[in-house]
């Protein structure tokens, strides 16, 4: 039994779901989380730091690791390999870290029949025209590209009901509202509490009256 709980995050590209991760981990007096740094073949983005947002590997390296078994999950989206190392998550899970996975509903599937204990979150945009906006305003992707998420955009939501919960990203502070409070209660849930306050419950059940 792992003490911390890993969150499985997914949205259609541009839902916000990274900047959500973000704030929430840039918050004092948070749970201890962190998120899960996933293999990928696609080419950094101008600022993106390898082994700070993706570890960027070439086609041959994620299939060796892939014949490995060094994944816990892995899926093909927008033309480029994406995995999550197994290694990486379940250190941090047996220290009691939470973890996040910003994956992709395929990913999201193979980790939920893995680990059936994982909570999983929805990440909707208030509407498809706030999405495309959003998209262009983060400035990372050229047109042609922004296109094909667009596009791929309507099949991932269309998984939004195989996940635990749904947030519905329209106000970024509401939104992390929302986060937090569905972070406090998987913590609160008894199997975490009983592992978190081992020491209270055995002197409660001891103490002879
Ligand atoms: P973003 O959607 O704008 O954040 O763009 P990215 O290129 O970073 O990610 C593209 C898609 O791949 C998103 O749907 C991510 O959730 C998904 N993704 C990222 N890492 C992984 C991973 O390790 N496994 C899987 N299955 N999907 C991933
Ligand atoms: P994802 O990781 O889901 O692809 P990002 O977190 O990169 O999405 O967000 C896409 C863009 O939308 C970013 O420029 C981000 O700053 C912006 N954004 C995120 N949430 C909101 C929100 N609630 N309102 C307005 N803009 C947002
Ligand atoms: P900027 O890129 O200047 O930081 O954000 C411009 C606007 O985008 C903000 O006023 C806000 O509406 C929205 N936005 C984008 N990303 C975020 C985010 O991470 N948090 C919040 N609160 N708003 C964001």
């Given at each position: 039994?792992y003490?911390g709980?890993?969150?499985i995050?997914s949205?259609?590209?541009?839902?916000g779901?990274?900047?959500l991760?973000r704030?929430?981990?840039?918050?004092?007096?948070?749970?201890?989380?962190?998120v899960?740094?996933?293999?990928?073949?696609r080419?950094?983005r101008p600022g993106?730091?390898?082994g700070e947002?993706y570890?960027?590997?070439?086609?041959?390296?994620?299939e060796?690791l892939?014949e490995q078994?060094?994944f816990?999950?892995y899926a093909?989206?927008?033309?480029?390999?994406?995995?999550t190392?197994?290694a990486?998550?379940?250190?941090?899970l047996?220290?009691?870290?939470?973890?996040?996975?910003d994956?992709?509903w395929?990913g999201?599937?193979?980790v939920r029949?893995?680990?059936?204990?994982s909570?999983?979150?929805?990440i909707?945009?208030p509407?498809l025209?706030?999405l495309?906006?959003?998209?262009?305003?983060?400035?990372q992707?050229?047109?042609?590209?922004i296109?094909k998420?667009m596009?791929k955009?309507?099949?991932?939501?269309s998984h939004?009901?195989?996940y635990?919960y749904?947030?519905?990203?329209d106000?970024?502070d509401?939104?992390?509202?929302s986060?937090n409070?569905?972070?406090?209660?998987a913590?609160?849930?008894?199997?975490?509490?009983a592992?978190a306050?081992q020491q209270?419950?055995?002197?409660?059940?001891?103490?002879?009256?």
């Amino acid at each position: 039994m792992y003490t911390g709980t890993l969150f499985i995050i997914s949205a259609p590209s541009g839902a916000g779901k990274s900047s959500l991760i973000r704030a929430y981990l840039a918050q004092e007096n948070r749970h201890p989380a962190k998120v899960s740094i996933s293999h990928t073949t696609r080419k950094p983005r101008p600022g993106e730091q390898p082994g700070e947002h993706y570890y960027f590997v070439d086609n041959q390296e994620f299939e060796s690791l892939i014949e490995q078994n060094a994944f816990v999950e892995y899926a093909h989206v927008f033309d480029h390999y994406y995995g999550t190392s197994r290694a990486e998550i379940e250190q941090s899970l047996m220290q009691g870290i939470n973890v996040f996975l910003d994956i992709d509903w395929q990913g999201a599937k193979q980790v939920r029949q893995q680990m059936p204990e994982s909570k999983s979150i929805f990440i909707l945009p208030p509407s498809l025209k706030e999405l495309e906006n959003r998209l262009i305003k983060r400035g990372q992707d050229d047109a042609q590209v922004i296109s094909k998420r667009m596009h791929k955009a309507q099949s991932e939501i269309s998984h939004y009901n195989e996940y635990d919960y749904v947030i519905i990203n329209d106000d970024f502070d509401e939104s992390l509202r929302s986060l937090n409070a569905i972070m406090t209660s998987a913590s609160l849930e008894q199997s975490k509490q009983a592992i978190a306050h081992q020491q209270l419950l055995a002197a409660l059940l001891a103490a002879k009256y």
